[in-house]
């Protein structure tokens, strides 16, 4: 089975930038779709954007145009870049992918 290992989650202050990564140990080309959800505190996991091996990426509405996912083929990873961060963006951050997911990596976004 395969397994993701997340990074760059962190506390950042509003307005402020962070890049997660998740990679695999096996050939993410392999893999369809690879992607985040997030869990804040007392809600349910969310859906935040996904990318296929096509490159098709979906983003749900709250973060378009903040986020971008990115797949990098030779790192056997998937990125996440989220810019102009709010606190409602804060969260624990899992990445799928291959029937799996990763551990999670807490983003916490704070004056």
């Known amino acids: 089975q395969v397994k993701l290992v997340e990074n760059g989650g962190g506390l950042v202050q509003p307005g402020g930038s962070l890049t997660l990564s998740c990679t695999a140990s096996m050939v993410i080309s392999e893999i369809e779709t690879m992607g985040w959800y997030r869990q804040a505190p007392g809600k349910q996991r969310e859906m935040v954007a996904y990318?296929?091996?096509?490159?098709?990426?979906n983003y749900v509405d709250s973060v378009k145009d903040r986020f971008i996912i990115s797949r990098d083929n030779t790192k056997n990873a998937i990125v996440l870049q989220m810019n102009s961060l709010k606190p409602e963006d804060t969260a624990v951050y899992y990445c799928?992918?291959?029937?799996?997911w990763g551990q999670g990596t807490q983003v916490t976004v704070s004056p």
């Open positions: 799928f992918g291959g029937g799996t």
């Open positions: 990318i296929t091996w096509s490159g098709y990426a």
